[in-house]
């Protein structure tokens, strides 16, 4: 896994002389096979794009299966038949996911800022709906005229029937009315019975009249109301008028504010620049504890990496003697933790350090909160991480040992060298020859482990004064509960911490590699 | 004597490693079946746990178990044979941009990908719409998302093993007439059995133990996989009534990953070396 791209072999771009090929019996079965599968997926795929009018999809989805068509059908591009299926799979659900989310870290995506300005504005608008004053509350009706729900409305005092449908309010005549003062019976309608009515509930609700001063909706399903917005968006100033206002669009910050400088709940999405970066470094609430969660966080990725890696080695090291009897029983025990699911164990664990009747504190005869104290929290964490992966480290440096001829580590010892200076000299810098880059990988890992976290202490304990951050808050679960949490999502504030996530681990990873090549060039 | 230290040593560590899973057993088989009854050495011994979660009405836990195997075979089959084609060309073949993909399957790995999360469920609310059977709360729709991520780290510990594979191999073969899609399926694809048995455990035991994606993804009981369901039987207040029969759950998710490693083990450990060595 190495960064070992160097150019092996033979010089690029000089392939060795191939007799030509006829059209074979295979060649032509395999093409039909492409282009069945193409035209079978096609089929299955067109249809409800078209149905619901999403034309950019459909170009996109007509252009991809046009090239790979292309692809398999030509003799050329053989790299990227190889390539593409995998790749087709990579961009639709991991770039294009992550592209577009760091793309949000510009941003100030996140709740009160989810849509754009148009849809501010209708939410605004129809949030602001109050009865109108004086106005009478209906008797409801549903009925359907042909397939089209329509409301049938009775005025308590006039008694007088309408007939309510999107396009407005016209009177009715002929409409038989019951007891309860609701329309049994109208000419060329179909009255829903009130199951009838139940089962369409969300039709129901989502019909709205126009009168000349507001919407009638209905409240429930046997009343109805005349409503007013309270507040009303105009064009000409580009603000909304109303309650409390006029309330002027501001563009930088994605609200409408009013004179005193109140906002409105609901904003939009607007770009911010890098004022989410600034915010995470210079907001001193924030960056305070970024620098400590920071710090926490290459504490236990580190541990983790070199823990697991150190008791895999030392047991792989223990075990690896000619004489020594029982290793099967040895490798399947020391295994086990592996194949458990690490999920369910993650739970487990949590649930031995429990203060009142956890595994720990029975057999330790103690009652240590362990999971309640930033102290030991961080320590059980830790040790649970371990558990969970010294397994893997073990089977690793197992192989990578084997690999080790004997004679070096012999001739070591021949030359008097002790075995703890062979083991430095001789077979250390060989294991890290080969394993180094799973280190990188276990310690890349580990730095975004959300899963260590989530499930046993959920970033916990949390100091009173400071709720945001707990004592094992990773930067990955402090922003999930930034994107995610109670106090509201910021998904683009998230986005920018995720950006320097992942600086971080690259960069790591990038020096890491480095040397591992430096090394290679020593040792190999 | 210092083969007497070794073994001391060794047995230390066995313990540490087997005593968590002492504990899942002595909880699986308690017959009370609560967390705050449950010891290290069980009091006492029966299948009850095992009984009440197989017939549980509320937790589909015979459901939950199919859906988890499923998806964990049919995603790391299926990923395997897309990261063994990717790692074919990385190996064998010299295109412009090798070195660039190469690193950006690397680079795109360390991105925090629950992030994306938002992003994916706005693309299925969409594909819910149009096709439900790629949908929310399916399989289809999961296991097409779990592919997204075939392209990683294992393509980097195939191509490593196949950069030891000898090059004349295929050059013979070219030189006999075989086309690249022979020399594939018929020279490589023989020789690689143990770096396929290797990621195929790994991508085997990443999927059963996958929960976040899974959580967003399935939201109705009879679609979950274990990770999900089982998560929901212990959440809140049933954490110390339901402890035994999670146990028992957890026992028998293990079940399958043995069987795998069982299947795959005579392969397992010089697979991980040879890729490692040379990656």
Redesign the interface.
Known sequence: ?????R???RA??TP?A??R?EITTA?VV?RIAVLAVTAAILL??VP??VA?G?WVALGVLCAAAAGIAFLYLTRRF???K??V???V??V???????V???TTAFTNFGDGHRGSKAEAVTAIETGSVRQAPGSPEYALTPALRGEELVFLLVDPKTKQVSLGTPDGLTPLTGAELGITGKVVAAPGLTVLKAPEAAARAAEVSALAVPTSGGLIKANGLSRAVEGRAALAYDAACDCVRGEGGPWTADEEQGYFVNAKGDHLAQGWQVNVGFANFARALTDPTISGYFLGVLGWNLVFALVSALGTFG?GM??AL??H?P??R?TRF?RI?????????????L???R??F?R??G?VN??LGVHVDWLGEPGTARLAVILVNL?LG??YMF??T???L??IPRELTEAAAIDGATPWRAFRRVTLPLLL???T??LI?SF?FNF?N??AIA?TTEGGPFPAASPQVGATDLL?TY??RL?FGAGGAQ?GF??AI?VF??AI??LV?AVAFRRTRKQEEVYA | MR?AL??V??LV??A???F??L??VSAAINPLGT??S???LPSGAGLGNFVNLLTSDTYPFGRWFFNSVFIALASSFASL???M??A??FSR???AG??V???AL???????????I???FM?FTEVT???PAFGFNTAWGLL??Y?????G?N???MK?FL?TVP?ELD?AA??D?A???QI?WRVIMPLVTPILAVTALLAF?GT??E??MANVFLRDPGSKT??VG??GM?AGDH??AN?GM??A??LL??IP??GV?LWLQKY??????????K?
């Open positions: 896994m190495a960064l070992d791209v150019e092996t072999g690029a771009g060795p191939r007799p090929r060649f395999s299955y795929a409800p794009l619901t999403s053989v790299p990227a190889y390539l299926p995998g790749t799979f990579l639709a659900f991991q770039v294009f996911p992550v577009y989310t760091a008791i030392a047991v223990a075990l003697h004489r020594m029982g040895y025990a020391l295994i086990l933790p592996y194949a458990m699911p690490a999920f369910a164990m739970l487990v664990w649930d031995m429990n009142d009747f595994l029975q057999l558990w010294f397994p089977l690793v197992t192989g990578a084997q690999a020859v080969a394993l880059p799973l990988s890349a975004n959300f899963n499930l990955i922003t999930f994107a998904f998230a986005a995720s996530i992942f681990v690259a990873s | 083969l070794r073994h040593f060794v560590v066995c540490f490693a087997l968590p899973i504990f899942v967390l705050a449950t010891d290290l044979l897309l990261s084609f990717a074919y060309a073949m010299r295109f090798r070195r993909g190469l690193l690397l680079l795109i790995q360390m991105f925090p990908q629950f992030l994306a938002v992003t994916i693309i719409e149009l096709y097409l998302l592919l997204g991520g075939a392209l780290v393509t980097w510990l490593g950069d090059k050059e070219t030189v007439g086309t690249h899609a594939f035991i059963m133990s929960f976040l274990l990770a089982m998560y212990i954490r110390n402890f999670f146990a759950g957890t998710t293990a990953t043995v490693f397992i450990v010089s697979g991980l070396t040879a890729g490692a060595v990656g």
